[in-house]
C-alpha cells in the first residue's frame, strides 16, 4: 500500500516517507531485537536497555519506530483533522499548542492542528535525517545534547497522541484502531517512564488514561 493510498492527497506535504534504519547496521539489530521482545506482550520488558547495549542508540531506534507509529495512526484520520475542525492545535480545552522550532520560526505561532502536525513531523523527520544527530554509522558518536534533543522530539510527538485521544478518539473507534492506538501509546509511555524523557506536566493532558494504561503493569 502506498502513502498516497493511506494518506490521500495531503501525504506528499504532510508526510514524509517512514524512516527507514538501513539493514546490516547495529541499529538494525536493535530494531529487530525491539520487535521480538515487543512480540512477548510484556511491554515494560520490551522497552529495558537490552544488556551490554548504549542508551542513546536504544533511545534513537524506538524514537524512530515512534515516528514511524505515529506517522501511520495519524494518517488514518487525516480527513477528519482539517482546519475547519481543528482550528488550534488542542488536547482537549485547557491545553493548546503553539509551533517555534527555534530555527524558521522562533516566535510560537498559533495554528490549525494539522498544519502544526505538519510542521512537527518535518521537523522530527529533519532530525532524524540528520546523520550529525541520528548517526546511523557504527563508531559515529551521538552528540553531547542527543539526550536533550531526543527529549524534545518525544515530547512533541505526545502531543499528536493527545490530539488524537482528545479530539478523533471517535473516528478512531470508528475504524477499529482502537487497539492499534491504545497499544502503541502503552509502549510508548513505557519507554519515556523507563528513561525519565518526558517532564510529567508536559504528560498532563492525558494523566488519567496513562495512569488507566500503566496500572496493569505490562
Not at 60 to 67: G, K, L, M, R, Y
Not at 178 to 201: C, G, M, P, Y
Amino acid at each position: 500500500m502506498s502513502f498516497t493510498s493511506i494518506f490521500g492527497g495531503r501525504s506528499a506535504k504532510t508526510f514524509r516517507p517512514k524512516k527507514n534504519i538501513p539493514e546490516g547496521t547495529h541499529q538494525y539489530e536493535l530494531m529487530k531485537h525491539a520487535e521480538a521482545t515487543l512480540g512477548s506482550g510484556n511491554l515494560r520488558q520490551a522497552v529495558s536497555l537490552p544488556d551490554g547495549e548504549d542508551l542513546n542508540e536504544w533511545v534513537a531506534v524506538n524514537t524512530v519506530d515512534f515516528f514511524n507509529q505515529i506517522n501511520m495512526l495519524y494518517g488514518t484520520i487525516t480527513e477528519f483533522c482539517t482546519p475547519e475542525v481543528c482550528p488550534i492545535m488542542s488536547a482537549g480545552p485547557r491545553y493548546e499548542y503553539h509551533w517555534a522550532d527555534g530555527q524558521t520560526v522562533k516566535k510560537p505561532i498559533k495554528c490549525s492542528a494539522p498544519k502544526y502536525i505538519d510542521y512537527l513531523m518535518t521537523w522530527v523527520q529533519d532530525q532524524l535525517d540528520d546523520e550529525t544527530v541520528f548517526p546511523s554509522k557504527i563508531g559515529v558518536p551521538f552528540p553531547k545534547n542527543f539526550s536533550t534533543m531526543a527529549k524534545t522530539i518525544l515530547k512533541r510527538l505526545f502531543r499528536v497522541y493527545a490530539h488524537i485521544y482528545h479530539q478523533h478518539f471517535s473516528e478512531i473507534v470508528k475504524l477499529q484502531e482502537e487497539a492499534h492506538l491504545n497499544t502503541s501509546f502503552k509502549h510508548f509511555i513505557f519507554f519515556v517512564q523507563e528513561f525519565n524523557l518526558i517532564d510529567r506536566k508536559e504528560l498532563a493532558p492525558l494523566q488519567e488514561l496513562i495512569d488507566r494504561l500503566t496500572h496493569t503493569g505490562k
